[in-house]
């Protein structure tokens, strides 16, 4: 039995060394090639990780512009929309029922002529030069006008979640229509709307994908383009959706975080 | 504006109607029957397989849907040509269209959305009732076939109208993988015709009826069906 074990001993006339040498060998092989599988996404030329980085960054702007632009409008909807008289109401009603049964898709290309063409008809008519707009400027106009009818109705169902005797207590005290609105009531909707809007932001994000059928430069055309150069389309694409996913998860942590931060004072919630 | 291209092209936007509803269709009945089990792990059990229908419902739920159909159809598909023997089976006249991509990915998504609902529904099903069945001496089989699934299913149904009306609003995405459902049929027209508002316009007006359609048929159904009662 010993010496059956001998044939194993590491040193000459032992065998044991060379097996080890040959796990090692396989070992860095098998390293070496996943290493090659995963050279297109290297960072610099001529991997295309920094692509993608940029397109990540181009998404994260489009995203935030949209958002933003997306709750101006929906903080301007839901008022109007609870103190407008019907001219107005109805505009809104129209406003958000169609940009909710639309696909995006055919609003994004709608918005996206009519914005231009719109533009361009008033700046030839002041005597300027016709100009393109460019894509961030765009997607962001577009995503965040679409956005906009999504956050009317959140806001307005935060509003309507403010207990009335709230603000008939600020009127009662002796604050004007806007000091009431302003110091009791945003503050008091923004716990009730913070789960939409939560939703909202992780909706832009992938929304903004979009932007690629149209030909704008972010994330999952930046993606198409290596896919397509590269013809190694399965790992892009799952390399995008990791990046994407990333996105997410984080904004999801951070939501959670402004939430509770809201929340704080409040009755917990059974 | 200028209509006079729509009689020539009005049967093409016909079959693209066709399309998109077989889509639609197909897609909600391969999701929803996949969202079940997904929903029913992540209550009962066991551990792993209720982390996997998590991560799931995470990553549909996390990455754009373009991206995914995007993945299946070019990154899934490109996988499959280099498979030996793949080329003399049966599947492959299936594998080599778009249409099944395009099913495949918006089922996944619906079954990822869906997935986290019929969750909440499982669990929301009143403890008495699974006892009360177990007390008759129904088999575990038989609790969920008579009474869990059923009382789960009631509870997901006003839901069924957003997500039919969400994965319509989705079809549109299956053009950027060659299949030509209406929207697809609408860019065919701008590239010949060079028109740009028309068809945009024709296109979303057919999905504001579609949309319709959908909303005063569900509401029709759900007056029909009897209402839960709560106590």
New interface residues.
Partial sequence: MENALDLLALSPPGWGGNLLRGLWSTFQTTLHSMENALEPLALSPPGWGGNLLRGLWSTFQIAAGAYALGLTLGLFGAFGKIYGGPVLRGTLAVYTTVIRAVPELVLILLLYYLGTDLLNIALTSMGFERIDISGLWAGIYVIGFVQGAYSTEVLRGAFQAVPFGQIEAARAIGMSAFKAHWRIILPAMVPFAIPGLANLWLIATKETALLAVVGFSELALETKQAAGATKSYFLFYCAAGALYLLLSLVSTGVFSLVERHFRRGQPQQS | MDWSWLPEYLPRFGEGLWLTIQLLFWSILIGMSLAIPIGLVQVTGPRPLAWLARGFT??I????????L??IY???G??FPSMPGIRDSFLWPYLREAFPYAVLAFSLSVAGYEGEIMRGAFRGVPKGELEAARAVGMTPFQVLRRVWLPRALQNTFPTLTGEF?LT??????AA?ITVFEV?GI?SIVRQETYK??EP??F??AI??CL??VLVLGFRYLENRIPKQTRS
Avoid: D, E, F, H
Wanted: charged share 5%; proline share 5%.
């Fill in positions: 995470t990553v739920r996390g990455t754009p849907l373009l991206i995914q995007w993945l070019y990154g899934v490109s996988l009306i319509l609003k989705a079809t549109p995405l950027t929207y609408g740009i508002y945009l316009l296109v979303a999905y504001l949309t319709g």
